[in-house]
């Protein structure tokens, strides 16, 4: 890795160290939490501040984000919401009282989109109800993955499954390529997925696709809850789910109406095997 790039890596570490914090930080909190060495932290603050980035107090020798910064990528929620997305999100966690999230692929991960934690959820797992970003999930083990890989063809789909077992992102032990295209399948046949034991054992995700493509994307929509409430309140949230994506605009795309094809058809999966607990 170059100079230019580490450099570029480090500054965005301290952007989102600023956003752990919010608030003022010093050369030195920021130098010893990215274990930097101070002149190389303060090169770093010096190019954020000089861009317009950071500004720097002299009194009492903090920087702290600019506005500049926190409307550098604030184009990027409002697109969602105007697709529609967001309000289906917001009206979703509100009537379900569930989690609910929206994911697009990003090469060997999973992007958010949006996300929001149910109470229950975030109580039971220890999880601030603000995350707007988890960690990037694994293509291979991710339940709203499945759905959107259906579009690939089986060479594209083999140098996922391969690339991702070379970086042990997932146990290849517990999920064979065999097993992974068994997945695939199943999504392939059903509108809607149940994938029990996931992200944790006693979790389940109810994933489909989404009637709209925010920047040209195809995104899954996940709704996650326990096991047991899953399998009790199926057929009640896959009614509440078809109401809400029936309001959003309609698209002439191969995805999306290959999911109408199937019209409820619902396939449960356990997700377990090859997932990496954290």
């Known amino acids: ?46 190019c954020l501040s000089d861009l317009d980035y950071l500004s720097y107090d002299v009194e009492t ?9 926190a409307a550098l990528g604030d184009w990027v929620p409002k697109r969602i919401m105007a697709d529609g997305v967001s309000d289906l999100v917001g009206r979703l966690r509100e009537r379900t009282q569930e989690t609910i999230v929206v994911t697009a692929l990003n090469d060997l991960y999973v992007e958010y989109i949006d996300f929001k934690v149910s109470h229950q959820y975030a109580g039971t797992y220890c999880i601030d109800e ?29 140098r996922i499954y391969h690339r991702s077992k070379a970086k042990r992102l997932f146990d290849a032990r517990a999920l064979t390529w065999k097993m992974f295209l068994n997945r695939l399948e199943s999504a392939r046949q059903s509108k809607y997925i149940v994938a029990t034991r996931w992200p944790y054992q006693s979790s389940a995700v109810l ?41 959003l605009p309609t698209i002439d ?26």
């Open 130 to 158: 603000n995350l707007r970003f988890p960690s990037g999930a694994v293509v291979v083990t991710c339940p709203m993955a499945w759905y959107l890989l259906k579009q690939y063809t089986v060479a594209r789909l083999e």
């Open 253 to 278: 795309d191969t995805l999306v109406t290959a999911g109408k094809e199937t019209q409820r058809r619902v396939m449960e999966i356990d997700a377990l095997p090859g997932f990496l607990t954290p």
């Open 1 to 46: 890795m170059g100079v230019p790039a580490l450099a570029a890596i480090r500054a965005l570490h301290i952007l989102e160290y600023f956003e752990e914090v919010r608030g003022p930080m010093s050369l030195k909190t920021i130098a010893t939490h990215l274990e930097l060495p101070s002149s190389s932290t303060a090169a770093l603050l010096k």
């Open 207 to 247: 994933v489909t696709t989404v009637p709209v493509l925010p920047f040209g994307r195809h995104v899954a929509l996940g709704v996650g809850a326990s096991i047991e409430r899953m399998r009790t309140d199926l057929p009640a949230l896959l009614d509440l789910i078809d109401s809400e994506l029936a309001q």
């Open 61 to 69: 020798r903090t920087y702290l984000p600019t506005l500049k910064l």
